[in-house]
């Protein structure tokens, strides 16, 4: 069954700095897609960056990028230059590819403090 | 471009009530899902719905329903409501939720309290 491990409860950076947050995920798909998602205490979840099965090259999206290494099925976020506002949920989910489907699992997330 | 739209922001029920959500997606976004987030359970995804017809569904009792209009606006239902069923419910669309690559995008949620 498909799943998705997020092994950090909660992480400490300190402002300017780079931090990843780890993903390990599991599925006997080939084609699946990864994304991660910010949910701020306003509940709201916000879409940071996608990544494809097939994609050959990591994907970036301004201070974010996605550390994907397929063999082991990891795909950790990397937050670089951390800001203030960057405090908050972070959540690693998985959509598998073969069915038409918005069905997505998971992670169980990872807390982010962003201190001065 | 509007992301999408929950209403309302906040709902407080008690048991054995019946309560509707509603979601409005992107515009010009035909699927749209509904994922509940506890925090005991996480994220857990209730069902979705395509061209106004459910595609999928979760694991989750009968008392959870929804549905879906011709302008793509989506409502879910929940029927005698338990203490269990507080949590935030989250409503999200993509253009056709079709294939790994589509994106998913969320509105900022609907959180229920059941007294």
């Known amino acids: 069954a498909q799943k998705i491990t997020q092994t950090q409860p909660g992480m400490f950076v300190q402002e300017k700095e780079a931090v990843t947050l780890d993903c390990t995920y599991d599925?006997?798909?080939?084609?699946?897609?990864l994304f991660w998602y910010k949910q701020p205490s306003s509940g709201e979840m916000i879409f940071l960056i996608y990544?494809?099965?097939?994609?050959?090259q990591n994907a970036t999206e301004g201070r974010y990028s996605l550390n994907f290494q397929k063999a082991r099925k990891s795909a950790n976020l990397v937050i670089s230059a951390s800001q203030l506002g960057d405090s908050a949920m972070y959540f690693c989910?998985?959509?598998?590819?073969?069915?038409?489907?918005?069905?997505?699992?998971f992670g169980t997330g990872t807390r982010l403090q962003v201190f001065p | 471009k509007a992301g999408v739209t929950q209403t309302p922001r906040y709902l407080i029920k008690t048991r054995g009530q019946q309560v509707t959500l509603s979601c409005s997606p992107i515009?010009?976004?035909?699927?749209v899902s509904w994922y509940q987030q506890t925090p005991g359970q996480g994220l857990q995804f209730l069902f979705e719905?395509?061209?106004?017809?459910?595609?999928n569904k979760g694991n989750f009792p009968g008392r959870f329903s929804g549905r879906q209009f011709s302008n793509s606006r989506s409502e879910m239902n929940v029927s005698t409501l338990e203490l269990g069923d507080s949590a935030l419910y989250l409503c999200?669309?993509?253009?056709?939720?079709?294939?790994?690559?589509?994106?998913?995008?969320f509105g900022s949620g609907t959180q229920l309290s059941v007294l």
């Open positions: 999200a669309s993509s253009l056709n939720g079709q294939g790994e690559e589509e994106k998913l995008f």
């Open positions: 719905y395509f061209s106004e017809t459910q595609r």
């Open positions: 515009s010009g976004h035909r699927s």
């Open positions: 599925t006997s798909d080939p084609s699946y897609g």
């Open positions: 989910a998985m959509r598998e590819g073969q069915e038409n489907t918005d069905k997505l699992i």
């Open positions: 990544q494809g099965s097939y994609d050959q």
